[in-house]
């Protein structure tokens, strides 16, 4: 399913193209965490920022970037949940974006911004739906590996609306009796039939949390089993957000595995097809020509080209180069294409896609 880009990406994808366009990544690490270290931190990064405009960029351009750079990081709030932040600024736009994934330090200066980090972290967020059984609280979450949040539904919280006594044990799931029973599987028929509305609602897969007895009943009577990716054994009714990530956090990690192994499908059915560019070279120029439907690169590929002697094609770069009409990275460039021209992207592990050159581009058409 291609990604929605949130409209703060899309202003940064669709900036004006004006040198110099500055794009610096920065890791917010936990250890990192006082205020000041912060700070201290910001500052090199604009230190250096400000150094390596002045070895290419005339003074007065210089100053204008490093003016603007600085009163964005004085105003900066930086949010304790967040991974990494990436500041862009030219002589005519600036942002803050802030990202759930880690990010490493990162400093380009070219005529457009270094978008792949944020459309990574955009990618990284494999939604789910949490729902957390319990006879005495059950609670449903939209989350993803950033972010939990409660979810508003007509999920019933407790068995004790559906037994008239309500006794503990029932709470638990335990001892159960023959009469009772009627009423704990009236409790999760409701929960399953509100689940199921969550489900056509949101299309997201769902995890489900509690202890063994009630996931067995649950798993029993459940007409949406084919929906549930997973689930874990034990008491969560007390469990906070942060805990709750923990415990659902490897799951998103094999949905990531998976996502992978369906784009490697993808991209032997486009060989089959003659609809598959391979490597770096070839992948830039169907980009350029518009063909790009897919592009799916290795996260931490990168390729500084310029252009060659014949039309449409790229070269590696060697010494000497012009600074001002390299390409900085092949594949950023070939990735921003695409995008603007309606495809989508998806990054991948480092080695998975060695036998495709590293980058693959699944093209509309074939030749």
């Known amino acids: 399913m291609k990604t929605q880009l949130s409209p703060d990406i899309i202003e940064v994808l669709n900036a004006l193209h004006y040198r110099p366009a500055l794009s610096l990544i920065l890791p917010m690490d936990a250890q990192v965490s006082l205020k000041a270290e912060i700070a201290h931190k910001l500052k090199i990064a604009a230190d250096n920022a400000a150094r390596e405009l002045r070895r290419d960029y005339p003074e007065e351009q210089c100053a204008l970037l490093t003016k603007k750079l600085q009163s964005l ?14 500041i862009y600024v030219s002589p005519v736009f600036e942002k803050v974006l802030y990202t759930d994934c880690s990010v490493t330090e990162k400093l380009v200066i070219d005529e ?36 939990l949040q409660p979810l508003p539904s007509n999920i019933p919280r407790s068995i004790y609306d559906y037994v008239p006594d309500g006794p503990e044990r029932v709470g638990n799931f335990s001892d159960v009796t023959e009469h009772k029973q009627v009423f704990v599987d009236n409790f999760l028929r409701h929960i399953d039939e509100e689940l199921g509305n ?3 609602e949101y299309s997201l897969p769902v995890l489900l949390l509690g202890a063994e007895r009630i996931l067995g009943h649950f798993g029993k009577i459940s007409k949406h089993t084919s929906a549930i990716i997973g689930q874990e054994a034990g008491n969560y009714e007390h469990a906070t957000l942060t805990e709750l990530q923990e415990v659902i956090a490897p799951c998103l990690a094999g949905l990531q595995k998976q996502r992978e192994y369906e784009l490697l499908e993808r991209l032997d059915e486009a060989a089959g097809q003659q609809r598959l560019a391979k490597g770096v070279y070839d992948v830039w120029r169907a980009a350029a020509e518009g063909k790009g439907q897919l592009l799916v690169v290795e996260r931490n590929y990168s390729f500084p080209a310029r252009h060659s002697a014949e039309p449409g094609m790229i070269e590696a770069l060697t010494e000497p180069y012009d600074h001002f009409s390299y390409i900085r990275d092949a594949v950023d460039d070939a990735l921003e294409k695409v995008l603007k021209g309606g495809g989508d992207a998806e990054f991948v592990a480092d080695g998975v896609l060695e036998d495709f050159g590293h980058v693959a581009l699944v093209k509309y058409y074939a030749p």
């Open 73 to 86: 990081l004085e105003g900066l709030i930086l949010p304790a949940d967040k991974k990494g932040i990436a």
């Open 112 to 147: 457009s911004f270094e978008i792949r980090d944020l459309l990574y972290d955009a990618k990284q967020r494999h939604k789910v739906l949490l729902l957390v059984l319990s006879g005495q609280e059950t609670k449903i979450f939209l989350g993803d590996r950033g972010t």
């Open 198 to 200: 969550l489900i056509h």
